[in-house]
């Protein structure tokens, strides 16, 4: 059974930075971060598919940084410059092929982890 444990929320001010981390049980092609706020759908927030292709979120360009270990089937989120809005439970996903166009689809992954609570207060 595949397994994504994600780890390294916690809570910050506004203008701080985080790190969340992702292990998988197994290598995927590609993989993503999502968050979901509570009342609010889930958003895709960075991926990185095969060969190393990135998606940002218009809303986190130039703040988030998403980065795989392929080695260690891990997935990082540098989140820098948070922003209260950026509060959400971070949710890392993988799929072994996501079609073009639709890497920040949260329907395009099969499997997804527990979450990870991330809090920027002001």
């Known amino acids: 059974q595949v397994q994504l444990v994600e780890s390294g929320g916690g809570s910050v001010q506004a203008g701080g930075s985080l790190r969340v981390s992702c292990v998988a049980s197994?290598?995927?092609?590609?993989m993503g971060w999502f968050r979901q706020a509570p009342g609010k759908e889930r958003e895709g927030v960075a991926g990185?598919?095969?060969?190393?292709?990135?998606t940002y979120a218009d809303s986190v360009k130039g703040r988030f940084t998403i980065s795989k270990d392929n080695a260690k089937n891990t997935l990082y989120l540098q989140m820098d410059s948070l922003k209260p809005e950026d509060t959400a439970m971070y949710y890392c996903?993988?799929?072994?092929?996501?079609?073009?166009?639709?890497?920040?689809?949260?329907?395009?992954?099969?499997?997804w982890g527990q979450g990870t609570q991330v809090t920027v207060s002001s």
């Open positions: 990185v598919g095969i060969e190393g292709s990135i």
């Open positions: 197994r290598g995927f092609y590609y």
């Open positions: 996903a993988a799929a072994w092929w996501v079609r073009s166009g639709n890497t920040l689809k949260a329907s395009s992954y099969t499997s």
